[in-house]
């Protein structure tokens, strides 16, 4: 059965902490990783897809890399604005589109 | 450029109503999907199109039904309510199935 594992629960940052999420995975054939970040009472909004291990994707202070087992979303200097919760999906090869899996969030906060 | 649509943005039923979640793109996706986000449960897929008049299950399909008339709308309806189906709901469109936009989602309470 296909896993998605996202770490921390939760995590606090002073503003300009620099800090990493990790959404770990099990799946019979990875077809593409996705980050989404989602603002309390929205919809989740599409972040990065990464497709093979050793890609990175990045877009201001958010850098995403995925491995063979894992994925980290690594957030440099965070500002307040970040807040939110970050979600990571996964979807499988021999899946029909918008069959996703996704974990269960870490949800960040980041203090002035 | 609306995006994907949902409503209602709340609503309250009784046990055993009906009713039909409305969800509509106008961004032309083949692909559209509904999910629901529970605490601690992540957001689970309930039912999936990949085109008009081509529907499938996701992981928790029991209660919902789904059709796909057209490219733009794609209703999700809860035949008899239960307690149990209180949930956020997103309805969720894509092209070529890869990156999803998704709607401001609905709060749905059973009691």
């Known amino acids: 059965e296909d896993q998605v594992t996202q770490s921390p629960e939760a995590l606090r940052l002073q503003e300009g902490e620099s800090s990493s999420l990790n959404c770990s995975y099990t799946v019979s054939g990875l077809r593409g990783l996705f980050w989404y970040r989602q603002d309390p009472g929205k919809g989740p909004e599409f972040l990065f897809t990464l497709y093979s291990a050793g890609e990175e994707k990045e877009k201001e202070r958010l850098k995403a890399t995925l491995t063979k087992k894992e994925s980290f979303l690594h957030i440099t200097a965070p500002k307040p604005e970040d807040s939110a919760t970050y979600l990571c999906a996964v979807q499988v090869k021999e899946t029909s589109g918008s069959r996703l899996t996704f974990g269960e969030g870490t949800q960040l906060t980041v203090n002035p | 450029n609306a995006g994907v649509t949902q409503t209602p943005k709340f609503q309250v039923l009784k046990t055993g109503q009906s009713m039909t979640l409305q969800c509509a793109q106008d961004m032309n996706h083949e692909y559209m999907s509904w999910y629901r986000q529970d605490p601690g449960m992540g957001l689970r897929l309930i039912h999936y199109?990949?085109?008009?008049?081509?529907?499938d299950q996701g992981e928790v399909p029991n209660g919902y039904n789904v059709s796909r008339s057209t490219t733009e709308d794609f209703p999700l309806r809860l035949l008899s309510a239960a307690p149990s189906q209180t949930s956020v709901y997103f309805c969720?469109?894509?092209?070529?199935?890869?990156?999803?936009?998704f709607g401001s989602g609905t709060q749905l309470s059973v009691l």
């Open positions: 199109s990949v085109g008009a008049g081509i529907t």
């Open positions: 969720a469109s894509s092209y070529g199935g890869l990156k999803l936009f």
